[in-house]
């Protein structure tokens, strides 16, 4: 049942020592108040690594060649070498672990951009040669028509689909791009889809300026007969992908006579790899949030548990009073922890209120203006997370009154009356 004298006597203390009052409310508004921001800056940084990623294969790698650094069966060192589309079918025999390859050959060689024109428009763009499965290791979004397929691949089809800086300009706004033709170097290409990125930041912008045509009518059109750029390989669920990285490495300097201890004449990106460290980094972020989060609110705690302990010092004979006049232990004991309580769970909610506020105003403000170059992006608080250290919080405000109440019902009542302040 409400009890309306023992809140008049809770705000009556609170108020008769206002500054106390705020300055140990607020170590624990302050620790709360943090530990959302903690939280928030984290999950923004995480939420901005992970969205750069977009829906990339995660347990995926990359092996391209390099010239070789050591001389074996004859070759000398510094040599040249291409991989070829034979090998594909060689580590899929041989090799249980893998589940995609997808060869890809980069038109007119490494990062170089060939021009593609449509009537007066022009630019230079990437020009990659794909396969379909392409599709699976990494998925781009379907803005008009389809992706390559099948079909295009067996035929050497001239057909392209283009990112969405290309057909912006290239194109007329809301311009139906489907079956129109650009023209690569001085051949025609068929447009057949366009695509958007799904990463963010560099990585999405140069993607949205790249031209996919099929694997097979690269290799013609550039002249590059068999030969392969890179493979892009991801591994089976079951499988670890760093050990079918060295895997393929072993069998692909198998198959091109190059030394098993020459690791510069290939080069390779783990993304699997890459992702692992990325989840073990979040993961120490979230734990040392938590550690100084936690760290804060048990000073704030402790702060009102030692305030407590010398309110009730000050009102030794007032308690002395009350229990002689008959006031039960519980009714001593539930007054006190009531306040510890009432100014906790006041302190943090209102804590956790304006951190919360802050986060979301900065989710808000970043998601009206977002930046191509940060990394951080939708900064948030789990709602469940939240609400969970705030009980925490009230439950840590219970213990800090413990103490101070079992000290004052332990004083007799003749002693506490005559005790002087």
Excluded at 66 to 94: C, H, I, L, V
Excluded at 132 to 140: A, F, G
Aim: net charge neutral.
């Amino acid at each position: 049942m409400f009890d309306l004298d023992k809140w008049q006597e809770i705000f009556y203390t609170l108020k008769k020592n206002k500054l106390r009052t705020f300055l140990t409310g607020f170590g624990v508004f302050w620790g709360i108040f943090m530990l959302m921001l903690m939280m928030g800056a984290g999950k923004g940084l995480e939420n901005g690594v992970y969205a750069n990623m977009g829906d990339f294969a995660t347990n995926s790698m990359f092996v391209w060649t390099q010239p070789t650094s050591k001389p074996y069966k004859g070759f000398p060192r510094n040599r040249r070498y291409y991989f070829k589309y034979e090998d594909k079918q060689a580590m899929k025999d041989n090799i249980a672990g893998i589940d995609i390859i997808a060869p890809r050959m980069q038109g007119g060689g490494y990062q170089n951009a060939s021009l593609v024109s449509r009537g007066l428009q022009e630019g230079s763009y990437e020009v990659t040669g794909i396969i379909p499965e392409d599709y699976k290791i990494d998925p781009v979004s379907i803005k008009h028509g389809r992706f390559i397929n099948e079909m295009d691949l067996k035929g050497n089809r001239k057909v392209a689909i283009i990112g969405k800086t290309v057909y912006n300009d290239l194109f007329e706004k809301d311009e139906d791009p489907l079956n129109k033709y650009i023209r690569i170097g001085e051949i025609y290409f068929q447009v057949i889809g366009t695509y958007e990125s799904k990463h963010s930041q560099r990585w999405g912008e140069q993607q949205n300026q790249t031209v996919f045509i099929p694997f097979s009518t690269c290799q013609v059109v550039y002249n590059y007969n068999n030969i392969v750029g890179y493979f892009a390989i991801t591994a089976k669920p079951e499988y670890d992908i760093m050990k079918v990285e060295k895997e393929v490495k072993a069998l692909l300097a198998k198959r091109h006579d190059i030394h098993p201890e020459d690791e510069g004449a290939m080069g390779s990106n783990n993304v699997g790899e890459e992702f692992k460290k990325m989840s073990g980094l979040f993961l120490g972020i979230n734990i040392l949030v938590w550690i100084v989060g936690i760290g804060t609110l048990l000073a704030g705690v402790i702060g009102i548990s030692n305030i407590m302990l010398i309110i009730i010092k000050e009102r030794t004979q007032e308690i002395g009073i009350k229990r002689a006049i008959g006031a039960s232990p519980l009714n001593i004991i539930s007054t006190i922890i009531t306040e510890s309580v009432f100014l906790t769970g006041l302190a943090g909610f209102l804590g956790m209120f304006f951190g919360v506020l802050i986060v979301e105003g900065i989710s808000q403000a970043i998601g009206s203006n977002p930046s191509a170059d940060s990394g951080f992006l939708n900064p948030e608080v789990n709602f469940t997370v939240a609400v969970t250290s705030l009980l925490i919080l009230i439950f840590s405000g219970v213990l800090a009154g413990v103490i101070p109440s079992r000290r004052a019902v332990a004083i007799k009542p003749i002693e506490a009356i005559r005790q002087e302040n």
